[in-house]
């Protein structure tokens, strides 16, 4: 699913980047209240639900609900299934991974980053997974500051996924950032070194890699929404928004609610 037409890269002031953060930062609580209630025998729905009741209260409204007629305020995906799962009445089960991604608009800009949770039990390898894609959103960040390209953070995604022996999805992408949820430029999890766009001051993207235990190959379930992989191997999904701010990268989003949420929980 390819949101993107092509245009020009829109580029943020300052002022612009601070209301951007807000947004993100709107997310990111709202991921720290599913990190709160996220366990087994929990529905998506009802964080779903929650998720929504929450951004609102929060001066904002769900980016993501009703944008290309999407159904929800989250998108959560369990397991196999890559992103863009829709919220269902199925609960958690011991072992399930979960991508949680979801979407702020607020005074004017969207705010967009996922995370994804560990429910019960996770096998080691799954677990490692994670911890791989964690470091490739880590790696993409690093990258994103004047002087490289777009291709240098897909670059080196790809070889820290593909050197841990996962594999990188192709057919969807990170993006731009700002009056819409989706601007340019692409930013893919894959490329080449010295490719693609240059990176400028007042850039904001999202970053996040969607890396597979088995194949690179996804495909859409019958809802027209959910991707899954194609050979029903697990997938982990990891999203930030950064800004590019005297040319080096400033996070917007953080997992900090998260986490706290999380430790809380132990």
């Known amino acids: 699913m390819n949101f993107l037409k092509k245009e020009s890269i829109i580029y943020k002031t300052a ?3 601070e209301i951007m953060r807000e947004a993100a930062q709107i997310v990111s609580r709202t991921l720290g209240k599913v990190a709160e209630e996220i366990k087994e025998g929990v529905t998506p729905k009802y964080l779903d639900e929650m998720a929504e009741a929450y951004i609102r209260s929060q001066n904002a409204l769900p980016g ?3 944008l290309y007629d999407c159904p929800s305020t989250l998108l959560i995906s369990v397991n196999d299934q890559v992103v863009h799962g829709l919220p269902t009445e199925r609960p958690f089960e011991s072992g399930d991974i979960v991508s949680v991604d979801c979407g702020s608009y607020f005074e004017g800009f969207y705010g967009d980053h996922a995370y994804t949770f560990e429910v019960g039990e996770v096998d080691p390898e799954v677990k490692r997974l994670l911890e791989v894609t964690r470091e490739c959103l880590n790696i993409g960040i690093e990258q994103t500051r004047v002087g490289n ?3 240098d953070i897909g670059y080196h995604i790809q070889r820290h996924a593909e050197s841990n022996g996962f594999s990188v999805v192709r057919d969807l992408v990170g993006h731009g950032l700002g009056r819409k949820l989706h601007e340019e430029p692409q930013v893919p999890n894959y490329g080449r070194r010295g490719q693609g766009k240059k990176i400028q001051e007042g850039l904001v993207i999202a970053i996040e890699p969607m890396i597979n235990m088995g194949t690179e190959k996804v495909r859409t379930a019958k809802d027209q929404w959910t991707i899954l992989t194609e050979d029903g191997m697990p ?3 990891f999203e930030h928004n950064v800004a590019v701010v005297n ?3 400033e996070v917007l989003s953080t997992f900090d609610y998260v986490e706290q949420a999380l430790a809380a929980k132990k």
């Open 235 to 237: 997938s982990a999904h």
């Open 15 to 17: 002022e612009e980047i």
């Open 247 to 249: 040319g080096v990268p």
């Open 149 to 151: 390209r777009i291709g």
């Open 64 to 66: 993501f609900k009703g």
